[in-house]
């Protein structure tokens, strides 16, 4: 495990990380042969430090999921080591009001550090099946990368207090992209000026030789007029540990901050 160095001067910090593991996304392959499911249950990831559920849904919270659609992660709220063993473990399933509930992705996918065969720095893309379906999980570990902690506040949306936004904010780390924000008309989300823009995840392993890119592409919702399109601009901040970097995205009717903590 890498160990994190700094010089005597603050200002000039080593990039020199940790190992990291980051989770782009989890999708749905096939349901029980629906076209929409109703899906529920847990996915979980296990490292030498502890245990996170990116997803975690009771049968009475179940949400509806088309094939090829992606699993709403809700994490992780810490970086994910990978210096040791990795677990990450599914339990998804389908909820049927009429007959019993159909056990769709039930498998673990297991990372060991020490392994000679296990290949670092390199987007993985692995296939998960169960009994009644199947998805798709895809991942990287990195031996020396830095956690980067993402903040989003809407500086002026179209001149509005508050602003029904809608779009994508998407995150990409050199080797894979994620989606903290993802939302259509009908699930826009209201937020005033100064207030942050509400993300499913913020936490982002970034290898210390490359780039996090943020962008965010980003609309108004008017139910009386036409909608208005905010922005679609990204950001670029290279890691620095301990350190952090603001950067603002301005559109034609809009403007947002992006601030990143590297730790």
């Known amino acids: 495990m890498g160990k994190l160095m700094m010089s005597t001067a603050a200002e ?10 980051e989770i782009f996304f989890v999708r749905n392959d096939n349901i ?34 088309a094939q090829q659609d992606y699993v709403p992660m809700t994490g992780p709220s810490l970086p994910i080591s990978g210096a040791d063993q990795l677990y990450l473990t599914l339990d998804l399933w389908d909820h049927d009001s009429i007959s019993a509930d159909d056990p769709i992705v039930q498998g673990t996918i297991r990372w ?39 903040e989003i506040t809407l500086i002026n949306g179209d001149n509005e207090n508050p602003t029904d936004i809608y779009g994508s904010i998407t995150t990409c780390n050199g080797l894979g ?27 982002v392993a970034v290898p210390t030789d490359d780039k996090l890119k943020v962008k965010a592409d980003l609309y108004d919702h008017d139910p009386i007029s036409s909608d208005e399109h905010l922005m679609d601009g990204y950001g670029t901040f290279t890691p620095l540990w301990n350190q952090c970097h603001q950067q603002t995205i301005t559109g034609p009717h809009g403007e947002v901050q992006i601030r990143v903590t590297w730790s």
């Open 112 to 150: 060991n550090a020490y392994s000679h065969f296990s290949e670092y720095k390199k987007k993985h893309i692995q296939l998960v099946t169960g009994k009644y379906g199947r998805a798709t999980v895809s991942y990287a570990v990195m031996r020396d990368a830095l956690a980067a902690t993402i």
């Open 177 to 203: 992209e994620s989606e903290p924000f993802q939302k259509t008309k009908k699930t826009s989300i209201k937020v005033r000026p100064k207030d942050l823009i509400k993300l499913s995840r913020c936490v």
């Open 12 to 21: 000039f910090p080593f990039l020199q990380g940790r190992e990291f593991l």
């Open 32 to 65: 029980d042969d629906e076209e929409t499911g109703d899906l529920y249950g847990n996915f979980r990831v296990e490292d030498g430090l502890g245990t996170d559920d990116l997803f975690n849904l009771s049968r009475n919270e179940h949400i509806p999921i």
